[in-house]
Structure formats: C-alpha cells, structure tokens
C-alpha cells in the first residue's frame, strides 16, 4: 500500500504525512477511542466537509457501535471569524440528546468554529462530548478547547490534502501537504 502518489502540481509546497503515516494514526486513535468507549455506543458528529476522509478512515478503525451524523458551518471570512461569527449551513438529521457525542473535525486552528459547534451541541444535552481532530494547529488558538483526541499537532502552516482544501480544491490528494507561502499571500 505504499506507492507513492505523485501530484504535479506546482502549488503545492511539500508532503507533510503521507497516506501510510496518516492511515497509521488512524489506526493508533480508533483503537484508543475503541478503549475509551468500551460498553458504550458512540455518535459521531462529523463536521463537513473537511472531516470526509478522516471519519471516513476513523470509523472502520472504531470497535465499538457507531453511528454518524453531519454537521455543516461556514464562517463570514476573516474579519467575522474573530467575532466567532459562523453560520449553520447543514443541521444534525438526529437527537443527540443523551447519546455519547465525538465531534470529529479535520483541523482546530483559532478553536473558533469548533467552540460554536460545541455551545450549540452541548444546549442538546448529550450524555458526554468529546472532540477529536486530525490536525491541531494551537500556535493562534483563541478559546481553550478540551481536545481529547489529535491525530497530528502541527505548526502554523496551511494545509491541503485529506479532506482539507484551499479555495475547495485539494480535498482529493491523499496525504497531507502544506501549499507554497506565495500562493497564499
Ligand atoms: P478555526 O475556527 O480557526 O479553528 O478554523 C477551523 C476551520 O478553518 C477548519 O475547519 C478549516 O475549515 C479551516 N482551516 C484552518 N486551518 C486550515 C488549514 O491549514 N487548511 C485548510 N483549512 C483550514
Ligand atoms: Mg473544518
């Protein structure tokens, strides 16, 4: 399983973790995640659209009973964003009222948008809400999350790849890669 994927394309600065090294960690936080929750069922609320291949992945990596539910936020842009302003796009299709939520995100950077998914899941009264990320990214975190499961902690990069995109491309790449600094200037 580990050709190497090439992808030319000249935005694209270097690989960050390859489809092997991620498919690993996934494996590392489902069984980790399969312990935790042993004797109880769990309900994922995956948030859209960066959260596809990794709760795709996460999933068959879990144990335990599972169901999964989506969830889909847009925030205003930049300057909105340090409000916290985000928007509900998509709603869960279920209650979550006293059922073991995970929230599944792809990437925590500010903490902002998780930080609304998490005030407006917790006012449905789940039994317990947890969090569990692919990528944690705390060099600008502006609310004190508590993250029970990461994949990765990064530096302050930006990230394509796996689900992640840049202006909704790149999502396909199937490892994780980090865009040229000039791209995003
Ligand atoms: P936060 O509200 O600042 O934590 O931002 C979280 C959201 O910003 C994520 O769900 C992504 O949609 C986006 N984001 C933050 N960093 C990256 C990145 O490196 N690559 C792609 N999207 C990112
Ligand atoms: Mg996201």
Redesign the pocket.
Known sequence: MSKRLTFADREIDRTLFDADHIHRRILELGAAISRDYEGREIHIVA?LK?SIMVVADLIRAITVPVSVDFIA?S?YGPEA?QSGS?RLLKDLDESIEGRHVLVV??????????SYILRTLRARRPASLEIATL?D?PA?R?IDLPIRYVGFTIPD????GYG???QQRYRNLPFLATLRGDVLA
């Open positions: 948030v960066g936020i925030s964003r985000v995100e792809d990437v925590i950077d500010t903490g902002l948008t998780l990528l990214k600008h502006l990069c930006f990230v394509v992640l995109d840049y």
